[in-house]
């Protein structure tokens, strides 16, 4: 009996040593070295106790990447929830289902591509004097809106935050599309026998209809806008002078350029709690929707 027991146990002991190893103790580790500070090319370490976080919260940077990443969070949210649910609707439609496999492939594609192969392809796009972008504006008449945009410390943080939504609004467009196709089509061919149009049959039927996907896709979406790095990092490095640095290339900057782990481990920390305060949202809402 004893052996029959062990064995469940013995099939999970090799993943639960690897979570332990790989996961939860350098969790932990990185939550204890958040109250040093040390310099890592010597074995001096100084217990410092809060002086880091102090040091974080008076930095003018952190502010400016708090209100980055909450932008980011914000228009992630409009356009990957809103805009999403809206295409995934119109490719249910009638009019357009026919062609479906061609859209669903055509904003899914983007999702397959590494994000660094985006961030480069787009540092092309974006070049002032001869990127697509400004030679479009030019080709049109508008060439008085072209810009340095990942130069301009007003447009960095926006031209990046777009990449980031090209990329990702497939993902949730085909999410939406599953949450759609589960929706009772007896509920449509009640609105259409009411008379009502798209629009309205939108927002009384399919916005209800899809909220646990709605949910879902919020917590997936606000808590990858937090934790946000490559598009970044290839794009523009949190410049120019920090106007698109985020948490991640924060962290990056203080760990590996300015030689400060300890500072860096109280960045990755301050990480660390907002996305637990979403899991618990999240958990709570679940909960919730259980009873």
Do not use: C
Not at 88 to 97: P, S
Not at 182 to 191: D, F, M
Not at 192 to 203: E, L, N, P, Q, S
Not at 210 to 226: A, N, P
């Amino acid at each position: 009996m004893r052996r029959t027991r062990m064995v469940p146990i013995l099939y999970m002991a090799p993943a639960l040593i690897m979570l332990a190893l790989f996961v939860y103790y350098p969790l932990v580790r990185n939550v204890v070295n958040g109250f040093y500070e040390w310099n890592p090319f010597t074995s001096d370490r100084s217990f410092v106790f809060l002086d880091n976080y102090l040091r974080l919260f008076k930095d003018p940077v952190f502010y400016k990447v708090i209100k980055n990443n909450m932008l980011y969070a914000v228009i992630s949210v409009i356009m990957q929830v809103g805009l999403g649910l809206v295409i995934a609707a119109v490719l249910e439609d009638k009019i357009f289902r026919r062609f479906s496999t061609f859209f669903r492939t055509t904003f899914f594609i983007p999702v397959l591509i590494s994000m660094t192969v985006i961030g480069i392809l787009f540092s092309f796009i974006y070049n002032p004097e001869v990127g697509l972008l400004n030679s479009f504006l030019r080709l049109i008449g508008l060439g008085d809106l072209a810009e340095g945009w990942l130069g301009n410390p007003k447009t960095a943080i926006y031209a990046v935050i777009f990449v980031s939504q090209w990329q990702s609004i497939g993902y949730a467009v085909m999410l939406y599309v599953l949450a759609v196709q589960k929706v009772p089509g007896e509920l449509y061919e009640a609105a259409t026998i009411d008379g009502a149009g798209k629009i309205r049959t939108f927002f009384s039927i399919t916005v209800p209809q899809v909220k646990e996907m709605t949910f879902v896709l919020l917590i997936y979406t606000v808590t990858g806008s937090f934790l946000v790095f490559s598009e970044v990092y290839v794009l523009t490095s949190g410049g120019p002078g920090n106007s698109s640095q985020v948490f991640s290339t924060y962290l990056y900057q203080k760990a590996f350029i300015d030689n400060e782990p300890g500072f860096a481990s109280a960045i990755a920390n301050v990480i660390l709690g907002i996305t637990l305060i979403f899991y618990f949202v999240q958990n709570k809402f679940l909960k919730t929707g259980e009873e």
